[in-house]
């Protein structure tokens, strides 16, 4: 079953995400808050997939939520739900391990090409691990498995959220390849992706904090300035 909690405060809009997430075949839980979330993450013994996050919540906030599912777990997909002026709040998001955002209005079909992108790079990852794939990429300290879904660096594993694991993948595929931002953004959440490829620096910095000796001089994500960035071993 494709499972998603949704926490959205507002009953209008939660009902509306959850009738087009069952009407996309999708199987949905709710909660009104933060608090009750976490709740059902914890004791109601789902294995969800995705989820679905409000930043501005009472009590506990969406930005808190997604920090401690993905203290929980590197697995689940998380998407957070925005207003337009909450630009630093998407960037805070990102960096506590969300894989995307969407500001608010959005569209019923928008909705659900999100959810699915985000679902099917969830589900390719499951499957590796189901499967018990053997394939590995060794790229001097570094050694990334696309089994376990795992980054080694000089032995000690690097915690990837999906995003994450996805970047790595590409460069690891395309060493010393400059790769435009647009490449990148395509890559990692698809087609269904509306081009805003700010949410590429975003990552590619947070990537940078858990890879490189110094973040302030980086000697394998180099910036292609004006255009993108490549992976240098």
């Not at 075949?25 to 808050?33: F, H, K, L, P, Q």
């Amino acid at each position: 079953m494709k499972r998603i909690i949704v926490a959205e405060d507002e009953l209008a809009i939660r009902e509306f995400i959850v009738l087009n997430l069952e009407r996309a075949g999708y199987n949905v839980t709710e909660a009104d808050d933060g608090v009750v979330a976490l709740h059902k993450y914890e004791n109601e013994n789902e294995d969800f997939d995705i989820a679905i996050l409000d930043i501005m919540m009472p009590g506990l906030d969406g930005l808190a939520v997604c920090k401690e599912l993905r203290k929980k777990s590197s697995e689940i997909g998380i998407i957070l739900l925005t207003a337009k002026t909450q630009e630093m709040d998407k960037i805070s998001g990102l960096m506590f391990g969300a894989d995307d955002y969407m500001t608010k209005p959005f569209s019923p079909s928008e909705l659900v090409a999100r959810v699915d992108a985000l679902y099917r790079r969830v589900a390719i990852a499951q499957m590796r691990a189901e499967n018990n794939f053997k394939e590995e990429i060794s790229l001097g300290e570094f050694k990334l498995n696309l089994r376990s879904h795992t980054l080694l660096k000089k032995g000690e594993i690097i915690d990837l959220t999906h995003v994450e694991f996805r970047m790595i993948e590409f460069f690891f595929s395309n060493v010393g390849a400059a790769l435009s931002r647009s490449e990148i953004s395509q890559h990692v959440w698809g087609q269904t992706r509306l081009g805003d490829e700010k949410i590429v620096d975003v990552n590619i910095r947070r990537l940078r904090m858990k890879i490189e000796d110094d973040p302030s001089k980086c000697k394998h994500i180099i910036t292609v300035w004006g255009f993108g960035y490549k992976w240098m071993n």
